[in-house]
């Protein structure tokens, strides 16, 4: 603690650098020395951080020397490629990417659930998919009272989850729609993949590519991240990733079956309350839930519309959202970066 870190941001112009270095900012992270990168298209983009002016540059092995702490949010190839490098000049990586998530070695980490595994990393820490994210840090003070036998979670997911070329695609669809113009979809579902479809005014069923068990693979991103994560390899978990024509803001819909029988809608409510990164947003009297147009800009995890299921006592349902880019990416990162600070780490 206390020392100015050299703090390198690689992604620097996507959607999630940004709102990195506006978390960065928010949290007043102490930064001796930033260095901002980027593939060779974007090299020489000026980017304004505490209204000092940055250059960016191309991300290449040598960018890493002397860096103490390099997050990553370009991509799984450039973080397979350029991690090792920034590892073996000394960095600690933390990584927005699939790329290492489940490797043995690597901690898969959100603060508010196993902190703890950050003092086993061998420089790479991971930061998991932002679905999961929000999802089990509403599970993880409900798994610790009552036990968790099993999940079942429906995604409603934002298009900026997808980038900053998903985000515009939105936008241009919308109001070529509305003008009466030819809309030629050609990023959502997947950038590259066979077929392209219309996301203004639909919902799409994919979420990254199909896998050969049927899921995409956001759905298994889940899936295994969230048995990795709680540390429950035996946790049933079911999961359908959706995405809507939001701009920022993913929604989800979580069933669950706990071990024990005897929890109720109030000592859930009660746990959530006590949480750290949670809000509980749940007043059906007064029409009161989570809702992704208001939790953009939020760092925490809103949880609402809390229900015991109807036909299981040990079954619960509830609607967990949360800004995608901040907890599911950018703030878990930096707040990785600030436990790394707390546990001196770094
Ligand atoms: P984006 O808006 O498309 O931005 C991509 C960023 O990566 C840009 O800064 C781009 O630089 C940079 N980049 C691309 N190729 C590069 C290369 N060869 N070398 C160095 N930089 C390169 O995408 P995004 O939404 O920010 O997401 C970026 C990555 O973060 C995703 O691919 C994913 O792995 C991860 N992500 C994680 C979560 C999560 O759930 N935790 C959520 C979203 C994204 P240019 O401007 O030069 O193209
Ligand atoms: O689509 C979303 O809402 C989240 C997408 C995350 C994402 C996008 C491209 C590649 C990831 C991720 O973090 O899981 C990846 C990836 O690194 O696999």
Redesign the pocket.
């Known amino acids: 603690m206390g020392r100015g870190l050299h703090v390198a941001v690689?992604?620097?112009?996507?959607?999630?650098?940004q709102q990195m270095l506006k978390t960065l900012e928010d949290r007043n992270f102490e930064i001796e020395t930033l260095t901002l990168?980027?593939?060779?298209?974007?090299a020489g983009t000026k980017v304004t951080f505490k209204g000092e002016e940055y250059t960016v540059q191309e991300?290449v092995p040598e960018s890493f020397e002397g860096v103490h702490i390099a997050l990553f949010?370009?991509?799984?190839s450039?973080s397979q490629s350029l991690a090792p490098e920034a590892v073996k000049r000394g960095a600690i990586v933390i990584d927005?990417?699939?790329a290492f998530r489940m490797d043995e070695n690597t901690p898969l980490v959100v603060p508010e659930v196993n902190e703890g595994d950050l003092h086993k990393h061998n420089g790479i820490i991971a930061?998991?998919?932002?679905s999961t994210?929000q999802m089990v840090a509403a599970l993880e003070p409900i798994r610790k009272a009552y036990g968790l036998q099993k999940v079942i979670v429906s995604t409603y997911q934002a298009v900026s989850?997808?980038?900053?070329?998903a985000a515009k695609e939105l936008y241009s669809q919308t109001k070529a729609i509305l003008n009466n113009e030819p809309a030629e979809p050609s990023i959502m579902p997947v950038k590259g993949d066979k077929k392209h479809y219309q996301i203004a005014f639909n919902a799409i069923p994919q979420i990254d590519k199909f896998q050969d068990n049927g899921y995409t693979f956001e759905e298994m991103k889940m899936i295994n991240e969230t048995k990795k994560i709680m540390h429950m390899p035996k946790l049933e978990v079911a999961a359908t990733c959706v995405r809507l024509p939001i701009e920022t803001g993913h929604s989800e819909s979580v069933y669950i079956e706990l071990d024990r029988d005897d929890a109720t809608v109030e000592d859930i409510k009660q746990l959530l309350k006590e949480a750290p990164g949670v809000t509980l947003q749940d007043d059906p009297a007064e029409q009161l839930y989570p809702m992704p147009a208001d939790c953009v800009g939020k760092r925490d995890v809103f949880v609402g519309r809390i229900r015991k299921d109807l036909d299981r006592a040990n079954g619960f349902h509830l609607w967990v959202v949360s800004d995608?880019l901040l907890k599911?990416?950018a703030w878990n990162s930096v707040q990785i970066a600030e436990s790394l600070q707390k546990l001196n780490l770094v």
Not at 37 to 42: E, I
Not at 73 to 76: D, I
């Open positions: 690689v992604g620097a112009t996507g959607a999630v650098g990168l980027s593939s060779k298209r974007s991300a949010s370009a991509g799984g450039v927005n990417t699939s930061n998991p998919n932002c994210i989850g997808a980038g900053n070329e995608n599911g990416a």
